[in-house]
DNA sequence: TGAATGAGCGCCCTCTGCTGGATCATG
DNA sequence: ACATGATCCAGCAGAGGGCGCTCATTCA
């Protein structure tokens, strides 16, 4: 309900309820009820900006965006204030989207999906999902991007120099972006109440890095130690034979002439050079030109 | 009465971070 | 050859900043 103490005041007030609009403006027949609104309407055809900023070389159409521009850029007065968290803004309409993120308002529906959003820019920039526009196109390669950011992203990692890299705190692995950082992060270096156990020894831990660094140490380990000298081997049939030099154990008995072995390859030397008729000579001549060899593979 | 003020809507932008498919290295 | 897991990468949404413009109200 409007009241004033001035008839006048009313006299206007009254004006706005009316359709009349007798200022025409000239370059798009657009309609204004006063002169000041049709002013401020052919400033933004002519380009005239007389409400210039003292701190920088910004200049607007009317007084109200300049005020604006300052608390923005200047003054960063910030006069609305949520009444839920610190966030304050220098528009009221800034705040009402804000408050959206506390209330979990979606009042913009996609009409073709269930997606709901809190403004109307994140619904239109969802709709390129369905039609598939892609307006972000990369200068150098020419690929298309969705987003603007993307594109930026993409152009940051593929075609420029001294691209940034995210150092693990943890470790020594340097990723390339910052969100991938967070899934390393979360992977390798996040606590886990269930324990990992070493499949080679008692150990257990509960961060994935530590546990998998620690199954390296095993890779080149040679588990399998002598109990009766310092030898040790990675494979348990190395042992079963080192074993048999302590032990004098040779299981591998000659046929021919009783004499026996402790390995199966010795006594299968044995018996090529010994008993066997196919044996191989030591020496491997070259028909062509005569020059002997030591192994056949040279040959 | 014109100018100033402030509210409101709209548009576009950037920054940020998560997600899941692709790719690659390793066991 | 295959399975697994780490990293790369584009897609996509959340949040917020900044400006263009209009219009009702207040001020001088």
């Not at 990723?175 to 991938?180: L, P, Q, V």
């Not at 080149?220 to 040790?232: G, R």
Request: glycine letters at 4%.
């Amino acid at each position: 309900m409007f009241t004033s103490s001035r008839i006048s005041s009313l006299n206007r007030h009254m004006k706005t309820h009316s359709t009349e609009k007798p200022h025409i403006c000239h370059l798009c027949l657009k309609a204004f009820r006063t002169v000041t609104l049709l002013r401020n309407h052919l400033n933004t055809h002519t380009g005239t900006r007389p409400y210039k900023c003292g701190d920088c070389d910004m200049a607007f159409v009317t007084s109200g965006e300049l005020v604006r521009h300052r608390r923005y850029k200047h003054t960063h007065e910030k006069p609305f204030k949520c009444s839920m968290c610190k966030y304050a803004s220098v528009e009221a309409s800034k705040l009402k989207r804000h408050i959206r993120s506390h209330t979990g308002e979606r009042p913009f529906q996609c009409c073709l999906c269930s997606y709901a959003s809190k403004d109307t820019y994140k619904l239109k920039r969802h709709m390129r999902t369905h039609s598939g526009e892609k307006p972000y196109e990369c200068h150098v390669c020419h690929a298309r991007f969705t987003q603007s950011g993307t594109m930026k992203i993409h152009i940051l990692q593929k075609h420029s120099e001294n691209v940034p890299k995210y150092q693990c705190p943890h470790c020594a692995a340097v990723i390339a972006r910052k969100s991938d950082l967070r899934v390393h992060l979360r992977n390798l270096h996040t606590y886990r109440d269930t324990g990992l156990n070493c499949r080679y020894c008692s150990a257990v831990f509960h961060e994935r890095y530590d546990f998998i660094q620690h199954q390296k140490t095993h890779k080149n380990e040679k588990k399998f130690k002598c109990e009766y000298c310092s030898y040790a081997c990675k494979q348990e049939r190395h042992m079963t034979v080192h074993i048999r030099t302590h032990t004098g154990e040779k299981p591998f008995v000659c046929h021919s002439c009783n004499k026996c072995f402790r390995q199966k390859q010795l006594l299968n030397v044995h018996v090529k050079k010994h008993h066997n008729t196919n044996f191989i000579p030591t020496v491997y001549e070259c028909p062509k030109c005569g020059r002997a060899f030591s192994r056949w593979v040279l040959y």
